[in-house]
């Protein structure tokens, strides 16, 4: 059983940070899951934001490569997202994501690949 939760969402001004967590409330091991970073704008569809794989292998989306920061703790069952420079356009709903598979990337994994979700939490950047 996996029962994911976010934090960490907050109004913000652009160029501010943000550190977003997702726990296991499950209590789960999750070390052998990819897990991953989506969001969901206003009347856009949901995209993979970042993922990071059993290994500690990171990817991001082009729109947030050098920003963003995905991690993982040590027991692999709370998932980070650093969030530097931020921008109007990062505003959205930002929900992680796990799935049972070793591997992940954001070129070859699909938001419908994932099988936990968490509820969201709310990301807003205003310029």
């Known amino acids: 059983q996996v029962q994911l939760v976010e934090s960490g969402g907050a109004s913000v001004q652009a160029g501010g940070s943000l550190r977003l967590s997702c726990g296991n409330s499950a209590y789960t091991y999750l070390g052998t899951a990819c897990m991953g970073w989506f969001r969901q704008a206003p009347d856009k569809e949901r995209e993979g934001v970042a993922m990071i794989d059993s290994r500690g292998t990171a990817t991001y989306a082009e729109s947030v490569e050098g920003r963003f920061t995905i991690s993982r703790d040590n027991a692999g069952n709370t998932l980070y997202l650093q969030m530097n420079s931020l921008i109007p356009g990062d505003t959205a709903m930002y929900y992680c994501?796990?799935?049972?598979?070793?591997?992940?990337?954001?070129?070859?994994?699909?938001?419908?690949?994932?099988?936990?979700w968490g509820q969201g939490t709310q990301v807003n950047v205003s310029s």
């Open positions: 994501a796990a799935i049972w598979r070793p591997r992940c990337t954001i070129e070859s994994t699909a938001s419908a690949d994932f099988t936990y």
